[in-house]
């Protein structure tokens, strides 16, 4: 599992590259976030040397990955996913077949502009809760346990709270896949307005400098903004 559509080209293609090394017949898989058209090019490019690409992206979080609890959202043949089932049963929870190769990667970008968006309300609410003098811990106690209060919002505001922005998912990742998702949905007609608006969000905290922390950490320009 690789950063982006850069990284995973440099694995695979070249004279040293994954592709140049792999046997006729090999299940191929590809773990990392990226976008469609990357896959269903890397797609092409494996069925090209006789074997089969499945896009496998995962949900799940750093103690998921070291507890093998991970969900697997995977894109291509049936056929393939079964001669691959056995290494991905060791490392996840649930394994996932979502359709035809780069529907796993599609599902994965509408998964993670979900939680960038939340993440960003979440900040902006903060920000006015804090700026406004409302107890914050009674606020946070009604929304949390209320409709917005989703499994994200519940650990993100521990973490905004705490400040405490110890890496679970690093913030320059989720501003990439923000960025991946609004591709994804001018392939279809679709602004993605509110994805739009959080990449924004991301990006300004990017520029303060907090790229390699954790992706709460966007609540932190909103609040120095507030004093």
């Not at 939340?118 to 920000?127: D, K, P, R, W």
């Not at 679970?168 to 739009?196: C, I, N, P, Q, W």
Request: net charge neutral; with cysteine; aromatic share 4%.
């Amino acid at each position: 599992m690789v950063a982006d559509d850069a990284a995973s080209r440099a694995v695979w293609r070249g004279e040293h590259g994954a592709l140049a090394g792999a046997a006729r017949g090999t299940v191929l898989v590809e773990c990392s976030t990226l976008t469609v058209s990357w896959i269903e090019e890397l797609a092409r490019e494996a069925a090209s040397v006789g074997c089969e690409l499945l896009d496998a992206p995962v949900t799940g979080s750093k103690t998921h990955a070291a507890s093998g609890e991970l969900s697997f959202l995977v894109g291509g043949s049936a056929a393939a996913l079964e001669t691959a089932r056995p290494v991905l049963s060791v490392m996840s929870r649930a394994i996932v077949h979502v359709g035809a190769t780069g529907r796993g990667a599609l599902l994965k970008l509408i998964n993670n502009f979900l939680a960038g968006v939340q993440a960003a309300s979440l900040a902006e609410a903060l920000a006015l809760i804090e700026r406004s003098g409302l107890d914050r811990a009674k606020a946070l106690e009604v929304l949390t346990s209320g409709a917005p209060g989703s499994p994200l919002v519940k650990t993100l505001s521990g973490r905004m709270t705490a400040r405490d922005y110890t890496p679970h998912f690093l913030l320059r990742l989720m501003a990439k896949d923000l960025t991946y998702a609004l591709g994804e949905g001018r392939r279809y007609g679709l602004s993605l307005s509110t994805v739009a608006s959080a990449l924004e969000v991301h990006k300004e905290a990017i520029a303060r400098g907090r790229g390699e922390e954790d992706f709460s950490v966007i609540v932190e320009p909103l609040r120095e903004k507030a004093v």
